[in-house]
């Protein structure tokens, strides 16, 4: 057999290795997108900004660690968890941010959790993402000083100073 011959047989091979079923599954599950588990729904989307220790950045971005559990120990608070424009916008359906929602205060804050807290649905999620808080900061500082008021949060405390701030 000639070298081209040679070479066509090679090819004719690894087209019928790749036909093989199993063979094209396992190619195609490397092509596919994954679906993502929580944390890492979390890593994509959340912690560019919130950090992946929950720490945030000084002034800018608050922290979640140790934190943003205290939201749900007022009413209005849980509201605008569901609300805040970071939350609202984020490249993920209604049940995968109901799940991160819940993941991220399990895991970066659950000492803060108010007593009976029913996690978020899906559909809390989608209800909420149809009014997203338009002044995000005087509601935000309505709630810090809310907090501080009933003594959950230290004066002087809302959140932002973190890393960084030296
Ligand atoms: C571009 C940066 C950025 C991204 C990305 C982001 N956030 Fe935020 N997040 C902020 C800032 C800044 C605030 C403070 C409120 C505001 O100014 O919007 C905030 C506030 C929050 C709050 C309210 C807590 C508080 O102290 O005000 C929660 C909860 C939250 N973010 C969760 C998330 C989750 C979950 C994701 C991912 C799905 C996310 N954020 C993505 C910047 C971001």
New binding site residues.
Partial sequence: MGTGLQALALAAALAGALLVPGRLAAVEARELPRIAEVAE??AR??????RADGT?ACR?????RD??GL?TRIPEGRD??LR????VW?M?DDAR?AR??NW?LASYSPEQIAPGFTPFTSEEVRRARERP?AN??EV?SA??AELQRQGLLAPGDD??VSAGCG
């Fill in positions: 729904d979390f989307n959340c912690q560019g900004c919130h945030g800018t971005v608050p922290r979640i934190f943003v939201f605008y968890l805040v424009p970071g939350v984020a993920l941010l991160v929602l991220m808080i995000v900061l935000r709630l810090i959140g932002l």
